[in-house]
């Protein structure tokens, strides 16, 4: 593993302090109003190979980093859409709040999924600029009274305060303070995504008790371990940081000398040899903007994976998976049936499609009349 092949050796890290020249050197982009640009399409690119993912989307050469292989997806023609900033991007600049909807501290009950006034599956973001922010499902949010992640796709336009869905991924806190500080009810972002299958009980299943389950097994797998609870014993502990910030700067680099790279519009990846997921975006601008966080993620389940497969005295599993396989994944989840449309409180419509594979969900934002993909997602079960 990373921290092995280092020698011992070990930069003084703060977590904080990354995030926040990480959030430094992102660009923002500026949207006056939603809805306002045209659709329009990229001509005159050099075509795109690979393996096709049907919708002109391609999956490209693969690179193994330990016990990952990480995919670039291409895409030739891309949708402007205008422009979106991050939350990450939104909460560093002053521009937004994510903040506890309702107020009150009183006894922490399990069972429901309301305490006093303020409720454990609804978080409220005030978008107070000119920018149209994309909020990915699955972001961890630190603070408030607990530690959630955000549990669907969102587009929040300019000047715009909405609900969100939540869901708690710390079990054993109900009040506002958080290692001996104050939240005043408001959050921050790990500038993450959640573990596959933590997201997955949230977004797909909509069950927050599986979520718990889930956040104790990646706690479990990972030796790391908080009284609360929370999923940031995983995710925030410093060790685990080093060693994703080495894996994640690895598949950063595989990423930057691809040919084609303004083609570049998504990842799949596998852990263990096996697909694990794929995301992607209607332009390459999008992705850049998500392009670290969701290497962070993919970074920390292949770690979670190496300490899992440490603890029972297995090798870690090191096997390169093919291109194929990511069509065949893709593929058996774009053939199933749409399970749910759901409009959101913001400008987006979610459709979700299920198979015994996984899940997929499309983002979906009218323009021009029609109804346009954001994001895609696919998540393995």
């Known amino acids: 593993m990373y921290r092995e092949k280092r020698m011992g050796f070990r930069r003084p890290f703060n977590a904080f302090a990354a995030s926040v020249l990480m959030l430094l050197v992102m660009g923002a ?6 809805g306002a640009y045209p659709t329009d399409w990229k001509k005159g690119q050099k075509s795109s190979s690979g393996v096709s993912l049907g919708d002109g989307y391609t999956v490209g050469e693969a690179s193994q980093v330990e016990n990952v292989t990480l995919f670039a997806v291409y895409r030739k023609d891309q949708a402007d859409l205008g422009e979106f900033i991050t939350l990450d991007e939104a909460l560093s600049s002053g521009v937004a709040e994510v903040r506890e909807k309702g107020a009150g501290g009183g006894h922490h009950n399990h069972h429901r999924q309301s305490y006093d006034d303020a409720q454990v599956n609804t978080l409220i973001i005030q978008n107070n600029g000119g920018q149209t922010i994309l909020v990915l499902a699955g972001t961890v949010v630190i603070g408030g009274k607990q530690d959630r992640q955000i549990g669907q796709d969102f587009v929040i336009p300019p000047y715009k305060t909405v609900p969100i869905d939540a869901f708690c ?62 999923l940031l014993a995983t995710l925030a502990d410093k060790e685990v940081a080093q060693d994703r910030e080495d894996m994640t700067e690895e598949m950063s680099r595989f990423l930057r000398k691809l040919d084609r790279h303004d083609e570049i519009v998504g990842i799949a990846y596998a852990v263990d040899g096996e697909v694990r997921g794929a995301r992607w975006f209607a332009n390459h601008a999008i992705f850049s903007k998500f392009e670290k966080t969701l290497l962070n993620t993919v970074a920390t389940e292949a770690l979670t994976s190496q300490s899992a497969a440490k603890a029972d005295g297995r090798s870690v599993d090191t096997t390169k998976a093919a291109p194929g396989k990511v069509k065949e994944f893709v593929d058996d989840l774009k053939q199933a049936k749409v399970t749910a449309k759901k409009k959101t409180a913001a400008d987006n419509e979610n459709q979700y499609r299920e198979s015994s594979k996984g899940y997929s969900s499309e983002c979906l934002i009218k323009q021009d009349g029609a109804a346009m993909p954001v994001t895609t997602d696919f998540l393995s079960k």
């Open 169 to 230: 991924v710390e079990h054993g806190r109900w009040q506002q303070n958080r290692e001996g500080a104050s939240t005043g009810g408001k959050f921050g972002s790990a500038g993450m995504l959640a573990n596959q299958k933590v997201r997955a009980a949230a977004q797909y299943e909509g069950d927050q008790s599986e979520v718990w389950n889930q956040v104790g097994k990646v706690n479990k797998d990972a030796r790391k371990e908080a009284g609360t609870g929370t």
């Open 29 to 34: 982009g500026f949207r006056p109003a939603f």
